[in-house]
């Protein structure tokens, strides 16, 4: 059987993505409670979409980085009491879950973590603010995605690519944030990428389908604003450069072809 018949992927919230399989399933960048973001990005525009597990099914999640809008502490702490389910995370940020409540099982760089059916690998992401920040590879049942949290424009695109393309799927952000925050002078530079940015990351991992996340959510000027049109510049981008593009709404699911 093919992945196709196998693995579903579905985008849940902002960042969120669920890749399921069986009995199990990896959610990366799960987001359930908002309150903490109300004071920078503002609240959501909309409830976001159900992420419960369907019963007998075990959740494991992973997280990009500690931002409250990729780090939903509660939701994970849950997640990591839950008989069966844990949390994954670089190994520079466990002391920092620790202190959150999160019990993580820490991952260096490029190191792979067998769960059931799932490979989970972390690799080389940036910050906009220099904070730690990593992409998520998950595999399965052939299937292989990658997943960027909140990612600028960088010089790793390559060497990913390199060490573990090409991808089925990649989940890239698109909003192209612009920011204001304490201790950090503005500039007129994004805080993640953009959408063609996220189209040219997508041709450079080899990847099959671009799907986009992290957009049309949250925009709290002049703390936290997405730039204008970016869903539809993202699918114009694609087109231009012959790049298969998706962007499904919270909680639906994510199309894609792959290999036998």
């Known amino acids: ?79 990591a009491a839950d008989d069966g389910g844990t949390v994954g995370c670089h190994t520079p940020i466990v002391g920092t879950l620790d202190r959150m409540g999160v019990t993580a ?47 600028i424009w960088h010089g790793r695109w390559w060497q990913i690519a390199k060490d573990h393309g090409p991808f089925d799927v990649a989940f890239l952000p698109i909003a192209g944030v612009l920011t204001q925050r304490e201790g950090f002078t503005p500039t007129n530079q994004p805080a993640t990428l953009t959408p063609e940015q996220a189209v040219e990351a997508a041709v450079v991992l080899g990847a099959k389908t671009a799907c986009a996340i992290h957009y049309e959510l949250f925009d709290n000027p002049p703390y936290y604003a997405e730039q204008d049109d970016v869903r539809g510049r993202f699918l114009r981008a694609a087109k231009a450069r012959g790049v298969h593009a998706v962007a499904p709404g919270d909680g639906e699911p994510v199309p894609f072809t792959a290999a036998a």
């Not at 690998?121 to 049942?141: K, L, N």
């Open 105 to 151: 099982t820490p991952q260096d760089m490029g190191e792979r973590r067998q769960i059931g059916r799932f490979t989970t690998i972390p690799v080389a992401s940036h910050d906009w603010r220099g904070d730690d920040q990593v992409a998520w590879i998950v595999e399965t049942d052939g299937l292989r995605v990658i997943h960027f949290g909140d990612t």
């Open 1 to 79: 059987m093919s992945a196709a018949e196998t693995v579903t992927l579905r985008r849940l919230a902002w960042a969120g993505v669920e890749v399921a399989a069986g009995d199990r399933r990896v959610v990366i960048d799960p987001l359930k409670n908002t309150a903490d973001l109300a004071g920078f990005q503002g609240l959501p525009k909309r409830p976001l979409p159900d992420i419960e597990a369907p019963p007998g099914v075990r959740t494991h999640a992973v997280i990009t980085h500690i931002h409250p809008d990729h780090c939903d502490r509660e939701l994970l702490a849950g997640i």
